[in-house]
Each structure stands twice: as structure tokens, then as C-alpha cells.
């Protein structure tokens, strides 16, 4: 079955700076990539997703970019803001409709004001 | 926007009970639901599927007799966690797939405590 593995586990960035987090994935015919954000004892909340035949999508200052030859995709945050402070997950998933989800084992963003 | 809620939204119950959480879908209809657990500072992993009027699907490892999930209607499904023992306490959390959004919409999840 697919397995996503996401990097790195924890990451501290200064306010102002960018902030990358990569996932890779196994399975080569899944083909949507979500990013969640998860706060602490919330529910995850989307922030971006990019299906695969897309290579990068933006929104202001989150972007994601896929390489499905290498099959990785990364979420890319600029300008961080201490309220992108969270847990940010990343999934994969396969086929047409109803989809379950990959969970990646999250990244724990803190940004130092 | 699509809304899925939860209930009850925290539960204590002592070992040995069954608990029932469920889930639903407020504005929309959902022919598939997602349970989902997570342990404290871990990820997401997916128990099983539900689908309305037919038995769930469930992930390897996960004891279909332990946790009974039914999707009666459109709009809601439930997951039981029959005789709850202390390593069953974990956050729920489920999701609904509305119309071609892929993953679905999240519920704001149940945290349940067995003492």
C-alpha cells in the first residue's frame, strides 16, 4: 500500500522567513496531495492541494510543487507569521471519488518572533 | 461550506464500557465517511470506511468486532469502541466526502479518555 514519509519532523524558522516541509510517497498512481494544518487539539484543516497533473500551486504564501517523477511534492510557506505555528501533515491518495487518505507523520512549525 | 460535526466532542468512560461516537453531515449528503484515529503527537492513520446502507471497509490491523461502524443514513455514521481498555483513549476524527472534494471534510474529532 502507499506510505508517505514527510520531513522533517520539527522545524523552527525566524518570523519573515520561508519555511519548506517534503514528503515523498511510494504508490505512483496516487494522484492528490493535500496539506493539512493541524492545531493542537483541533481538526485538520486544508490549506492546499495539487492534483497530479498539476506541478505547482500557489496561494498567497503557500505553495506546494510535485515532482512525480521522484514522486515528492513540498509545501513552501513564506512571509511566516507566528500564527503559521502548527502541525503540518501531508497526504497522498489514489483513484477517482470517494478517497481515502495517507497521512504523512507531520511537522512541527514554529515560528520564532 | 461543507460541515461535519461530532459528538460527543470529549468522552471518560471506565474500562470495560462500549462508547459511541458519531458523525455527521450537516448541510450535505455523504455516501462515504472516514474514521481516523490519532495518538498524542502522532499522525492521522485511517481505521476504516463507511459506506451508507453497506458494511465498512477496515484497515489492516484494525478489529472490525472492536469497532463497529455503522452508516445508516446520508448523513451520519457512528463508530462504536466496544469494551474500551485504557490504550483505546486517542483523538477520532472523522471525515465525509461531499461531492468530488477528494479526502473530505474533517469533523473537529472526539477525544476519548478510558480510565
Known amino acids: 500500500g502507499e506510505n508517505v514519509e514527510q520531513h522533517p519532523s520539527t522545524l523552527s524558522v525566524q518570523e519573515g522567513d520561508s519555511a519548506v516541509i517534503k514528503c515523498t510517497y511510494s504508490?505512483?498512481?496516487?494522484?492528490?496531495f493535500p496539506w493539512y494544518k493541524q492545531e493542537l487539539g483541533k481538526r485538520p484543516q486544508l490549506i492546499i492541494d495539487?492534483?497530479?497533473n498539476v506541478g505547482e500551486k500557489k496561494d498567497q504564501r503557500i505553495a506546494v510543487t510535485l515532482n512525480k517523477t521522484a514522486k515528492h511534492f513540498s509545501l513552501h510557506i513564506t512571509e511566516t507569521q507566528p500564527e503559521d505555528s502548527a502541525v503540518y501533515f501531508c497526504?497522498?491518495?489514489w483513484g477517482v471519488g470517494a478517497q481515502k487518505l495517507v497521512f504523512g507523520q507531520g511537522t512541527r512549525l514554529t515560528i520564532n518572533p | 461550506g461543507a460541515v461535519v460535526s461530532q459528538h460527543p466532542s470529549r468522552v471518560i468512560c471506565k474500562s470495560g464500557t462500549s462508547v459511541k461516537i458519531e458523525c455527521r453531515s450537516l448541510?450535505?449528503?455523504?455516501?462515504?465517511m472516514f474514521w481516523y484515529r490519532q495518538f498524542p503527537k502522532q499522525s492521522l492513520m485511517l481505521m476504516a470506511t463507511?459506506?451508507?446502507?453497506?458494511?465498512?471497509?477496515?484497515e489492516q490491523g484494525v478489529e472490525k468486532d472492536k469497532f463497529l461502524i455503522n452508516h445508516a443514513s446520508l448523513t451520519l455514521s457512528t463508530l462504536t469502541v466496544t469494551s474500551a481498555h485504557p490504550e483505546d483513549s486517542s483523538f477520532y476524527i472523522c471525515s465525509a466526502r461531499e461531492g468530488r472534494t477528494s479526502g473530505g471534510v474533517f469533523g473537529p474529532g472526539t477525544r476519548l479518555t478510558v480510565l
Open positions: 463507511s459506506n451508507e446502507g453497506s458494511k465498512a471497509t477496515y
Open positions: 448541510d450535505f449528503q455523504a455516501t462515504t
Open positions: 495539487i492534483r497530479s
Open positions: 504508490d505512483s498512481a496516487s494522484n492528490y
Open positions: 497526504a497522498a491518495s
